[in-house]
């Protein structure tokens, strides 16, 4: 401890060592005339010299915070996106992200699923993110590099270990590269965009061929029907470290008020961010149920079914900056022991919310909280659900068979070709 405190001395010696010299003989010549002359007062030299500000060049200097930049489409967003991005936020301080613009999605990718509102409200609604730029190019051209590094002070563009190339062929961030502000993640491998319209448009194509055969509106085994026209090269592999990196690692305080909200929270969407944020305002700390695949599959309607593994769920709700601690396979009534047990306060459910209408007899899954006088209905902000989003799809089947069918092709050599990366 002596040592730390005065360090600010050895900084002295290293910084100014013929000004260092020179203090060290006048205090010699002092300490001889104050002996000499019976003790006259001399200012301290540790004290005259610390208030000069001399040796406080290192203390003085405020360290500069890193500024980096992450674009992408961001359509469907998914815990791919939100592990590039947290990725992304541990290579720097502050993390700004570029949402690409409807039009240069279209020229490069293929007609988009989201809206660039809806895009944007997933991207701001990210734990990590600080900043967001909208309507990015879909490539770093010289004009918007310039643009990032002078207007934003962006100090450095990350991008994943996967090529993402022009129609031309050439290196969306070449010039980034070219330039030494470029850093690279790994991909979050198992679950991408296209994928997951794939798992849709295969389900669509279950369901006609069922009614067909069977004059019903459901498919025998649905989850099977999707996988099996929907496996991946590589599968995500969950981990408890990987729950860590998302999670806040707390709980709440012991006054706090915590509010309740479940649900399927399938292909996680604008409407889900908009309820969420609007019920953390309504407490303290936020506590969200994940329903199981069986209850999915039980009580709501076929098109939130399997088409977003639980497994990737949990972790997506968790990115949510609103989300403070989800449970993984919460029950589908709220009884009495799971209000105990986490200490509720609130529970809330929206005004736009998907089940299953066929179910008779079915009892409310609120009852308990409502005889309590703890439940809320909260208007949704947005009127996106789950279902009308796998409806645009279905629309535009062609473009996105014919999209998804191109980037399979990239997928396949990505796989083919791909090298470890480490991984923050």
């Not at 002596?2 to 002092?30: C, K, Q, R």
């Not at 309607?301 to 601690?325: F, G, H, M, N, P």
């Not at 007899?361 to 909280?369: L, N, S």
Request: aromatic share 10%; glycine share 6%; proline share 4%.
């Amino acid at each position: 401890m002596e040592y730390e405190s005065n360090s600010w001395i050895w900084d002295g010696v290293y910084y100014y060592p013929h000004f260092f010299g020179g203090l060290m003989l006048t205090a010699a010549l002092l300490g001889v005339s104050t002996s000499y002359f019976g003790g006259i007062g001399v200012f301290s030299l540790p004290h005259l010299w610390s208030d000069s500000g001399i040796f406080h060049k290192k203390k003085s200097e405020k360290k500069k915070r890193v500024r980096v930049y992450m674009d992408g489409c961001f359509d469907l967003m998914h815990f791919g996106h939100a592990n590039a991005l947290r990725q992304a936020k541990a290579l720097g301080d502050e993390l700004v992200v570029g949402v690409v613009s409807d039009e240069e999605i279209v020229a490069n990718k293929g007609p988009p699923v989201l809206s660039m509102e809806e895009r944007l409200a997933l991207v701001s609604g990210l734990k990590w993110v600080d900043e967001v730029i909208a309507n990015a190019p879909y490539a770093i051209t010289e004009q918007f590099m310039n643009r990032l590094f002078t207007e934003h002070k962006i100090d450095y563009i990350i991008h994943g270990d996967d090529p993402c190339l022009l129609p031309d062929g050439t290196d969306a961030y070449a010039l980034a590269k070219k330039v030494g502000r470029y850093k690279q993640i790994k991909r979050t491998e198992g679950v991408s965009s296209t994928d997951i319209v794939g798992r849709i448009l295969s389900s669509m194509d279950d369901i006609k061929a069922h009614e067909y055969c069977n004059g019903t509106s459901l498919p025998v085994n649905p989850q099977k029907a999707i996988q099996s026209k929907s496996a991946n090269i590589s599968q995500f592999l969950p981990t408890s470290r990987r729950i860590v990196q998302f999670s806040n690692c707390k709980g709440p305080g012991p006054n706090a008020r915590v509010v309740y909200i479940d649900g399927a929270f399938d292909l996680f969407h604008a409407g889900h961010v908009e309820i969420l944020k609007k019920a953390k305002q309504l407490g303290d700390f936020l506590l969200v149920g994940v329903h199981t695949d069986q209850i999915v599959s039980t009580r709501v309607w076929l098109y939130t079914y399997a088409i977003t593994e639980r497994k990737y769920l949990q972790i997506s709700v968790l990115a949510c900056r609103y989300v403070d601690e989800v449970i993984i396979g919460a029950p589908w009534e709220v009884t009495k022991d799971v209000i105990t047990t986490f200490n509720i306060s609130l529970v809330v459910r929206g005004t736009i919310a998907e089940t299953n209408s066929s179910l008779i007899d079915e009892t409310d899954p609120y009852a308990v909280p409502k005889s309590m006088g703890i439940f809320q209905l909260l208007e949704s902000p947005k009127s996106i659900t789950t279902t009308s989003v796998a409806q645009r799809i279905v629309a535009n089947h062609d473009a996105y068979t014919k999209r998804n069918a191109k980037k399979a092709v990239s997928e396949q050599k990505y796989y083919k070709e791909k090298k470890f990366v480490s991984e923050d």
